[in-house]
């Protein structure tokens, strides 16, 4: 495919952002984009997934390249003539580029595949909080194209167009989102010791979970604790009786993650007791600490050197994110690696006005292909 067609494709996906196994429209078009390189995909693995197969000459193992596919449920804010049409959906997070770095490399590989083995590109959906890729492999993807190696790509504002990073061990968090139920008791506002305040408890429990990180975990380890909603009350005059909290807990160390999901149980039970409420606090979508392995890192970095080596930057050691990947969940099954490709001086990921830079779109591209050639070559065991 030409760089241009790739470009149009992009800004039309874009333009017409799906949520997480909503991907309908994207689907079907990278569905047919496939079969006009060729392919046969199939069709409906998660619901709107698509995978698509090419295999060398001589037999030899399988490989898995990865793309999301979803979009987030946010209101651009941007300037370009490829706007989001659809309010309250927006391609925020690159996968729009993501898709078509894949399909191009999908095309240049049927054109020229490698020496032996096999690739199976696959789109995935509801990387956004679904867990898109734990849905894809449950439902059978390893079973149905097996592969004895997975790799990802992300873009990365912040790091220079021309450019790539990942590192061998962890390189992006694990985490759980919670929600903690408050129930009291309502009373006037002018009476408050004639009910059991839930707005103040909840109060109390934002704080204290602070501590949890700031005086229960390791300071040389990765804890983060976000509290991101806390809905309580509708007047003026009335002190509510529920109050909903809701976060998320993110590390690179799963006993760190423990350590607090226990510290937040136990500090539900000690404001419960204390203030004469009943705390629930429920964790929910699990994410797996995203970890690369050696040897796929290092077959990874190879291909980096091939697409961007010459006029870019690779780097072997980028600081780890604290973001959270469901490519985790693949890496859990099959060794691999997820790397980042330069996004430039963008927006970040999931800000109004962050768009994916179509001048990477190339050096994606030659990274999938290298990637390909240097895991399947005949010289290789
Ligand atoms: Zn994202
Ligand atoms: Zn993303």
Known sequence: MELVELVALRRDLHAHPELRFEEFRTSEIVATVLEASGYSPSRGLARTGVVASVSGREPGPAIILRADMDALPITEKGIHPHLSRHSGRMHACGHDGHMVMLLGAAAEL???PPDRGTVHFVFQPGEEGGAGAKVMLDEGLLERFPAGQVFG??????????????????????GWRFVVDIRGGGSHAAQPHLGRDALTVGAAFVQEAQLLVS????????????????????????????AVLRGTIRSMDVA?????KTGMTRLAAGLALAHDVDIVVRFHQPYPVTVNTADETALALEAMKQAVGIHGAVSADMTPSM????????????????????????????APDYDFDDTIIPHGIAYWVALAHACLRLHRD
């Open 110 to 112: 049927a054109r020229n």
């Open 153 to 174: 790509m992300h873009n990365w504002p912040g790091l220079p167009v021309g450019s790539m990073a990942t590192r061998t061990g962890a390189i992006m968090a694990g």
């Open 215 to 242: 005086r229960r975990a390791d300071p040389l380890g990765t804890s983060v604790l976000s509290i991101c909603v806390f809905q309580a009350g509708n007047a003026d005059n009335i002190l509510p009786e529920t």
């Open 256 to 260: 760190a993650l423990e350590a607090l």
């Open 323 to 350: 973001a959270s990947e469901d490519f985790g969940f693949m890496l859990e099954q099959r060794p691999g690696a997820l790397v980042m490709l330069g996004n430039g001086a963008s927006a970040p990921l999931h």
